[in-house]
């Protein structure tokens, strides 16, 4: 049966993407030995290290503007603290904007003082705060681009001169930016990239070097540049399915192609939320992700009766988080407009039999 595929990952691939990677695991192009059997230093690896290197760069369209791009381990939580052993001298805003925020905001503390410049976590974090003033005396402003649980996204980004840092995790080239913008973004792979385990960081380089405090190597973003992100063996699967994700996104148009499908399918959710009665949408209306679709159901009489219908139709993964509750369909850039489309008639079809 075919399964429509809601989860808020790990990890949501296109077939073609999958394919190519479980072969590479027996062979990889043909050379006679697995990708995940040859050296990391062998000409092959290195040219996929390069090759996904380069790529995030022209995807983001950052290429020759003094950044780097480095696959690292530990996930977008290590990045939490990393960024902030390597930023953080005196003082950092964070805008907090979830859970994930939160996370980061607790690590930075450990490093020097932090200033949530604005929060709206007394709504539960259903909307993006705005209007706030961003303290021109700070190292840098940390973001969260796309809040995967609460299913807000900051559409437009504070202008301010201090240091932009975003975590991007569950919306990296999922949409156009002017990314020359942030001085550093960092992305847990394994929402629109590949499987969990490697991480995108991309750092502006003039940024770096400048705390006073001594970075332990495997934390310091100078050393993987340095070692063009080869510093210690690097998670050659995860590295090599992110390289071919992104070959692909290039491939159909780059982000503003997929843009326009990921707005597509997220117009087609939420016009269905406004209409139909039966359900009621979590995030304020302008701040709505595009990644991830946030409601509940108005007559809880009806839930087991919409969980039937989904299961039937094989629609998996729609369950909120625990902190929201309701429902939540992820629609990162690798699930087909069809299953929305599977999705939101089964949504109009409970209305009539409600
Ligand atoms: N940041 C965001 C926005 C996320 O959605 C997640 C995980 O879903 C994380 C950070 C944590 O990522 P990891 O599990 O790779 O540490």
């Not at 030995?33 to 290290?49: C, N």
């Not at 950092?92 to 003082?113: C, D, H, M, P």
């Not at 210690?232 to 843009?259: C, H, R």
């Not at 595009?290 to 159901?297: K, L, P």
Request: negative net charge; glycine residues 8%.
């Amino acid at each position: 049966m075919k399964k429509h595929n809601f989860s808020a990952g790990p990890c949501i691939l296109p077939k073609e993407v999958m394919q190519k990677a479980s072969e590479a695991v027996l062979d990889l192009d043909g050379i006679g030995l697995s990708l995940i059997e040859i050296s990391h230093r062998s000409k092959e690896f290195v040219a996929i290290m390069e090759k996904a290197r380069s790529l995030a760069l022209e995807l983001l369209g950052l290429e020759g503007k003094g950044y780097q791009a480095v696959f690292l381990q530990g996930g977008a939580s290590m990045q939490f603290l990393m960024t902030a052993y390597n930023l953080l001298e005196k003082k950092a805003g964070y805008v907090n904007t979830g859970t994930w925020s939160q996370k980061a905001i607790k690590e930075a503390r450990l490093f020097g003082e932090i200033v949530e410049v604005a929060s709206s976590q007394e709504q539960n974090f259903n909307h993006i705060p705005k209007g706030y003033k961003v303290p021109s005396d700070l190292d840098y402003l940390h973001l969260t681009s796309n809040n995967t649980i609460f299913g807000t996204q900051i559409k437009e980004f504070p202008k301010t001169d201090v240091p932009l840092v975003c975590d991007m995790s569950s919306d990296i080239f999922s949409r156009q930016l002017d990314f020359s913008k942030f001085d550093l973004i960092y992305a847990g792979a394994q929402k629109n990239m590949g499987p969990a385990g490697t991480t995108l960081v991309v750092v502006k380089e003039d940024i770096l070097g400048k705390v006073t405090r001594k970075i332990p190597s495997m934390l310091d973003y100078s050393v993987h540049i340095s070692k063009d992100s080869m510093f210690n063996t690097p998670a050659v699967f995860p590295v090599y399915v992110s390289m071919l994700t992104m070959q692909w996104l290039k491939d159909l148009g780059g982000i503003a192609a997929i843009e326009e499908i990921n707005e597509r399918k997220a117009n087609l959710i939420y016009s269905e939320i406004e209409l139909n009665p039966v359900f009621s949408g979590y995030a304020a209306k302008e701040d709505r992700s595009t990644m991830n679709a946030t409601f509940n159901i108005t007559d809880d009489a009806l839930k087991d009766m919409f969980d039937a219908m989904c299961k039937e139709a094989g629609i998996s993964g729609i369950n909120g988080h625990r902190s929201v509750g309701g429902y939540r369909a992820s629609m990162y850039n690798a699930l087909p407009i069809e299953s929305v489309g599977v999705l939101v008639d089964i949504m109009s079809e409970l209305e009539k039999k409600g």
